[in-house]
């Protein structure tokens, strides 16, 4: 089978349905990523009958299929990890739009801290870019706050390299100055040091089953069933994590700069 990946918002017609515009491109079944903004696709191709599954993503709507991780609970476990060490100003840096995976993460974040004791700081939340650059933002951004964290958590793994690079470039020391934790689907936690903790999700499992349920349903439609799956993430403790320094960092400037803590 032929594989090809394409933009449906750039792609699609307003007069053709989303079948008829799959068919016009020679396309018999199609893999979705999506976002908050735009689950609504995912339904209402599922709706059409067309033979679909939807990564990363969860519904309740009964006819879409889907494969997701569960980042509640490693979530969970990170920012419980995070204050067992004695941290109680923990950042939480995720991606600007959203899907399923970043709010279940943010909102676990936020069950952790209240369930502790530890008042929500909006001024800790970051929206940002999911990139390198994304990521070295926001440690110049958080280093400027009057109260600065002492760890902060990525939900996505570009943002979390970008961010120990960051703190390189300034002179911030990782963990003993600053704790980073965050996501990672692949092995590019490999390329950083120290080695970041991690909550690990297999994405490329993932996109493999996602293949194969749609191969399988597109080769003997009679025989497929549904697919409704969430699988587990783990959490890996490696080298970025550590309890916060005795004496308070204080403000650093993107130049490196520090004032008195």
Partial sequence: MDVAIIDIHRDKQENENYTQFFMRKGIR??????????????????NEKFPSITVAECFEEPNVNYLVADSNIGTRQAIEHLIQLGHNRIAFAMMIDPDHDHRERYEAYRAVLAENGIDYDPKLAFKIIPTLN????????????PQPPTAIF????????????????????????LSIAGFDDSTIRQYAHPLPTVVWQDASSLGQKAAMWLCNTLIDPKQAQPCRETVSTILEINQSTAPPPVTPTGTILPSGQRTES
């Fill in 29 to 46: 079944g199609v893999i979705l990523r999506t976002s908050m903004q735009h689950r609504q696709v995912s339904i209402d191709i599922a």
């Fill in 134 to 145: 994304g990521g070295a933002q926001v440690i110049s951004r958080a280093m400027l706050l």
């Fill in 154 to 177: 990525f939900a996505d793994p570009p943002a979390m390299i970008g961010a120990i690079q960051r703190c390189h470039e300034i002179n911030l020391k990782v963990p003993q100055e």
